[in-house]
């Protein structure tokens, strides 16, 4: 009976071992994992666009009053390929995850003005194809919330307050 205790013991032991070397291995090499899947992601989608061969391009049609579908698609095609570029490289990731988060509040406003290509039959709980295009981009916003909370402070706090 003492020897299984002990075997038990060890075994834990070793899987303790083990499950924190795996923490530690995906703590520090999951941001950059992240930030570069999320740059191939944006760089593949904004390339899509600039070739002409993006399956979601006519959803930018009759979007922005007075800009034409073509010119439209181009903008954010190298709006997200300039994106991916910059979480590629990894550089001035405060100004790269700005332009992320601002391009995807535009892709989210899509929820509301083309609801008839998002939702089948008005129905919020039943997605068509760009619908659901869409409403990845949950997954991609938080990927850069993710990325944003790895990055050092600019200044550091004093901590402590002066009053008046």
């Excluded at 083990?18 to 989608?45: C, E």
């Amino acid at each position: 009976m003492e020897i299984h205790a002990n075997v038990i013991d060890r075994l834990r032991r070793l899987f303790a071992r083990l499950d924190a070397d795996l923490v530690r291995t995906m703590g520090r090499r999951g941001p950059w994992a992240l930030r570069v899947s999320l740059g191939l992601v944006f760089a593949w989608f904004g390339a899509l666009k600039l070739v002409g061969e993006s399956p979601v391009s006519h959803l930018a049609e009759g979007l922005v009053p007075g800009i034409s579908t073509a010119l439209l698609v181009t903008v954010l095609g190298l709006w997200e390929l300039g994106v991916g570029i910059g979480l590629l490289v990894g550089k001035a990731m405060r100004i790269v995850l700005g332009f992320l988060w601002f391009q995807m509040a535009g892709t989210l406003a899509l929820l509301v003005l083309r609801p008839d290509r998002i939702f089948v039959d008005g129905n919020p709980f039943l997605l068509t194809l760009e619908g659901e295009f869409v409403i990845k981009n949950f997954v991609l916003i938080s990927g850069g919330l993710v990325l944003g909370g790895t990055l050092r402070p600019i200044m550091k706090s004093s901590g402590a307050r002066k009053t008046a």
